[in-house]
């Protein structure tokens, strides 16, 4: 399985960018895909996860009613919307993907694939 990111980049506060996440590979008919940030000095958090059977998304507190993901199954693609952006959104942001579900569903741990990353900064 392979994720490639596309996207990111500066953005004003107040601002909006989307974030695309391809898959490509093997893939079982049940994974899912999610986004993940991490920030200097941070640990790798959770931001939203799309579960691929049935499209329910999950999201961190932080990002909940300002970020959102959809996945385009024709292209095997995962977006991440995010509006209204704000300083702390800064961090270098990864896609990963899974074979199955597993929970907590916003834990890194539970996710073997990853994509390079994108940096995105907001100021």
């Known amino acids: 399985v392979q994720l490639v990111e596309s996207g990111g980049g500066p953005v004003q506060a107040g601002g909006s960018m989307r974030l695309s996440c391809a898959i490509s590979?093997?893939?079982?008919?049940?994974?899912?895909m999610g986004w993940f940030r991490q920030a200097p000095g941070k640990e790798r958090e959770g931001v939203a996860v799309?579960?691929?059977?049935?499209?329910?998304?999950y999201y961190a507190d932080s990002v909940k009613g300002r970020f959102t993901i959809s996945q385009d199954n024709s292209e095997k693609t995962v977006y991440l919307q995010m509006n209204s952006m704000k300083p702390e959104d800064t961090a270098m942001y990864y896609c990963?993907?899974?074979?199955?579900?597993?929970?907590?569903?916003?834990?890194?741990?539970?996710?073997?694939?990853w994509g390079q990353g994108t940096q995105v900064t907001v100021s």
């Open positions: 990963a993907a899974e074979n199955g579900i597993s929970w907590p569903i916003l834990s890194r741990a539970i996710y073997h694939y």
């Open positions: 590979g093997h893939t079982d008919s049940n994974y899912c």
């Open positions: 799309i579960l691929f059977n049935d499209q329910n998304t």
